[in-house]
């Protein structure tokens, strides 16, 4: 005998989908997975730009302080410039006299001059000069016809001391004026007149304020040494 009761209908097991929400939490983990490397990678990035950028600025001021401190050191005494300071400071102006050599030439003096133009500092540098009159429209003249190197950028200020024996640090000229004088009133003694002048200007410090810096770098070099 047959049986009556009806067969149960098989199940179909086949490939089974992603529902919605499933979906929805996949793309929200790759958005936070996504943002979270984002913000790794910036940082990284960001962390090298400053690396490098604090790097160039070290490189740039380094170039600067190293040309001042060639210049200072091969000052030309004060007697060699007439009895007028090597150095001097006048506003954002630096001037230093110095000696220059050329192969094939005997040894000259040269006038250079630090300022800032546009927030740059220019080294002027005068052409060689071989005799009184050359050097007193040099020191008195304006940079027509000098040689001038943009040395750094982005320069807010630039300011100088001298140091003046049995005085100290000084910013002003007058300081160095009487000690050249005094100098120059010693020679005349003749106990003393056979002694070498003295420098007015011993030390030199420089300070150079930058948009990038919160505060001024200062260096110090010896006149003439």
Not at 7 to 31: D, H, M, N, Q, S
Not at 111 to 121: A, D, E, F, L
Not at 210 to 224: C, D, K, N, Q
């Amino acid at each position: 005998m047959k049986s009556t009761a009806r067969c149960k209908p098989r199940r179909r097991y086949g490939a089974r989908g992603f529902t919605l929400i499933e979906l929805l939490v996949a793309i929200a983990i790759l958005a936070v997975i996504a943002v979270l490397s984002w913000r790794g990678l910036d940082q990284i990035i960001r962390g090298r730009t400053t690396i490098t950028n604090a790097m160039e600025d070290e490189r740039v001021f380094a170039q600067l302080f190293d040309q001042i401190r060639i210049d200072a050191r091969q000052a030309a005494s004060d007697d060699e410039t007439t009895q007028v300071s090597a150095i001097s400071v006048t506003g954002n102006t630096l001037q230093i006299v110095r000696h220059i050599v050329l192969p094939g030439t005997a040894p000259r003096l040269q006038v250079v001059r630090y300022q800032i133009s546009s927030g740059r500092v220019v080294r002027f540098a005068s052409p060689p000069l071989g005799n009184v009159g050359q050097l007193w429209r040099a020191l008195h003249g304006n940079e027509e016809g000098w040689s001038s190197v943009q040395l750094m950028g982005g320069v807010g200020s630039i300011s100088a001391r001298m140091y003046v024996p049995k005085l100290g640090w000084t910013t002003n000229m007058n300081d160095v004026e009487t000690a050249l004088t005094q100098a120059i009133n010693n020679l005349k003694v003749p106990q003393l007149g056979n002694a070498p002048m003295p420098r007015s200007v011993t030390g030199l410090e420089v300070s150079v304020g930058a948009t990038s810096l919160a505060r001024p770098i200062t260096r110090v070099f010896l006149v003439g040494e």
